[in-house]
């Protein structure tokens, strides 16, 4: 699967997980104490021989950055792998205009970059187990 790269969106509108998000991204929340949720998703892309590795992040990007580093602890932090962050620049009052394709066109210039045929995009908000290289 190394001729795909990933991109782990940031969670819709819709995804509420309390008062834990006004502090942090929902990727960010704590999973069984030293996880993230957002773990699962870049696991799953390292496990499948993904190595570079796109996260979008939309506001509070702080925990999320901390936690993330470089990736070496995904083992994709090699000479031709990359964790990459995003941030979106319109962070509009307004939640219908702050999506997955807005933040896309907000870094058009990373994403025309990769030359990979293909896209893994997972959600930063699931946990699951999957292999990608199916």
Do not use: W
């Amino acid at each position: 699967m190394a001729q795909a790269f990933g991109i782990v969106s940031f969670a819709g509108n819709n995804i509420r997980v309390g008062e834990m998000q006004n502090y942090r991204p929902v990727g960010a929340v704590s999973f069984l104490g030293r996880y993230r949720v957002i773990d699962f998703q870049i696991s799953n892309m390292s496990n499948s021989e993904i190595e570079h590795i796109q996260v979008y992040v939309r506001r509070k990007p702080r925990s999320l950055t901390e936690h993330l580093g470089t990736g070496r602890h995904y083992n994709i932090n090699s000479k031709s792998g990359k964790l990459q962050l995003l941030f979106s620049e319109h962070n509009n009052d307004n939640d219908i205009y702050n999506t997955d394709i807005s933040c896309y066109l907000d870094n058009m210039e990373s994403l025309s970059r990769m030359y990979h045929p293909y896209v893994v995009i997972a959600p930063s908000y699931m946990v699951y187990s999957i292999d990608f290289t199916n």
